[in-house]
Structures are given as structure tokens and as C-alpha cells.
């Protein structure tokens, strides 16, 4: 529960950051879809690391971290294109306060979610790259989603800006949280641990049930 807490809290801050930053700050929209995209290149950096420091749980292999490495980097390849021609659509602008600020931002974000002590480590290969491939086709997906969206209203100047805006932190930050839960949620309703005199007991009583299912039917027979 504090591990997911603390991860939504850091995605909350995130998006007021960076709507304070387009609208009083005076970000081009165009920013926010670079920076989307540098949270993908991130988790992918991540995922990585992860696969090759985890590579000899069940399922992992050199063979399967170098296929799964360069598949999600092609995926995140594709979607710097897709993000830099809606930056220039949109408007951009490279400059430390606009873009190199908040990317460095995202970095200790992500470094401070890394370093939860609540952060489980995972159990087999898979659980690697999982976290990272659900929140980043999530989050390409809303962001395609989003944009049609809001090229199907029609929106005057003065409010262009802020609906435009709403529109892809909401649906951006649905793509990192509903991913994040979903994969936390088994972890709220699964029963608690058995302490260790409750263990012994029970193996006792299955032990027991046994004898006595086997018992049973040695009568039938």
C-alpha cells in the first residue's frame, strides 16, 4: 500500500508541474508530448537494467533480454516520431526552463520510485519489463486517443490552450495510474500471511485431511 502511494503521489505532481509550467509558465504544448515521450524512453532504460540484471530468473535468458530490449526500444523509436511531429505541430521549445528542467525532474522521480524500500523485486523474467510495457502502451494509446479528441472540438483561441491541455495530463496520467493499480490490486486482495505457528497448523491439518480421505476410501474399497 505505501509503494502505491508514494507512486501516486509522484505521478499527481508530476501532472500539476506540468500544467503549472504551460500555463503560467509558459511551455509550448508541444513540450509536454517530447517529455511524454521521455518518461517512455525512461521506463524503457529502466526495463532494461532490469532484464539484465534479473536475467537468470525462471524465463530469462541473454537470447530474451537482447529480443526484449530491442523490441521495446524500436517501440520507443517509434513513438519519439510520432511525439516529435505532434511537438512541431503544436509548437516546441528547447530551452532549460521549458524542457531540460522538467526532464531532469522525471529523472528523480523515477530514480525516487526505484529507490522505495516498499519496491518488490521481482519473481520471475516477465515481471522485468511487465510494469514498464503496461503503462507505456497505455500511455501511447491515451495520447493518440487524446488527440483526436481534441481535433474533433472545436475550440476558439481563448480557450484552446487549457481544454487542450486538460485533456492530455487527464488522460496521460489515466495511462500511468490505471496500469499501476491494476498491477498492485492482487497484492490488496490476496489474504494476509500466515504467521508461522498458523502455518504449521495448517500443513497439520492438510496432512490430517489426507490420512483421512485416504482411510476413507481404502473402507470403500
Known sequence: MKNLTVEIG???ANAIFQIVGVLFWGWPLGNLFLLFWFENLLLTLIAVVRMVIYRKLPGGSGKNVLVSSISMLMFC?????FSGLLAMGLGYEITLFALILPAVLLIIRYLIELANPAKQKPTNFSQTYNFAIARIVALHLLIILSMFIILGLNLTPQNQIPIQLAVLVVFKSIAELVPMIRMRAPT?????PLGEGQGEGANRRFALTRKQDSTLQSLGD
Open 77 to 81: 523509436l517509434v513513438h519519439f516520431i
Open 10 to 12: 509522484l505521478v499527481v
Open 188 to 192: 490488496f486482495f490476496s489474504p494476509l
